[in-house]
């Protein structure tokens, strides 16, 4: 069946996990939005459809929206935004389209953002690199074009950078380094050009690094040796 309207008449409600149900159909109502202490919504791997509703936007006390691998179309409402405690925001594998908000730039408190096979496309913005908490950012298979934000050097918790199979131009920032954490780094299938930064060999912890089908070019920087826990490497 579908999620009833009448959920929204729980103003008490915190918590709905229906994930796993694969018969549960229909679209996320609107009226979700007036249950204002929902923490956590819950609806992967299931049939959910539609759009997601920009009443959302008025769950200032969410922390976990998690609707992937399910049947979700149109596009992240800019309203997101607004859910300021958010943590995790699992939407892949889905068919969402349209450009990444970016009033998603103010979710301080976000730690993942996993938006993996979709249809979205247009750049990166910016904002993204000013969400300080965030150590996991997944938007590959989707149509992202435009640059690497410059801004993702401020990401100082980030431990997992996915780009791979977009449309994505220019160099690889050297600012990159600044991410000391990080542990993945898959720019893999792109139209990525330039040289291979040496200061990429600043992150001690990179254990993965894959750049294949890009266009990059020069030579390999001798100091990707300073990567001593690099266990892939695939140019």
């Known amino acids: 069946g579908s999620l009833p309207l009448e959920l929204g008449k729980i103003s008490n409600l915190e918590i709905i996990r229906a994930g796993g149900n694969t018969e549960l159909s229909g679209k996320i109502p609107e009226e979700i939005g007036n249950c204002r202490n929902l923490t956590v919504l819950g609806l992967a ?17 969410l922390e976990t929206l998690s609707v992937y691998s399910a049947m979700l179309s149109g596009e992240i409402p800019k309203e997101l935004g607004n859910c300021s405690q958010l943590i995790n925001l699992f939407l892949y594998d889905n068919d969402l389209s349209g450009t990444l908000p970016r009033e998603l730039g103010k979710l301080q408190n976000l730690e993942k953002i996993l938006l993996w096979q979709n249809n979205l496309h247009g750049p990166i913005p910016e904002e993204i690199g000013f969400m300080k908490s965030l150590n996991a950012i997944d938007l590959s298979m989707n149509y992202f074009s435009g640059t690497i934000p410059i801004s993702f050097g401020n990401l100082s918790n980030l431990e997992e950078l996915m780009l791979s199979s977009n449309n994505i131009t220019g160099s690889i920032p050297s600012v990159l380094s600044n991410c000391t954490r990080l542990v993945q780094l898959q720019i893999d299938a792109n139209q990525i050009s330039g040289l291979i930064p040496p200061e990429i060999g600043l992150l001690k912890e990179l254990n993965i690094f894959l750049g294949w089908q890009n266009k990059l070019e020069g030579n390999i920087p001798a100091e990707l040796a300073g990567c001593q826990n690099l266990q892939a490497l695939d140019l």
């Open 45 to 61: 791997a299931t049939k959910i459809s539609g759009s997601l509703p920009v009443s959302l936007g008025k769950l200032s006390k």
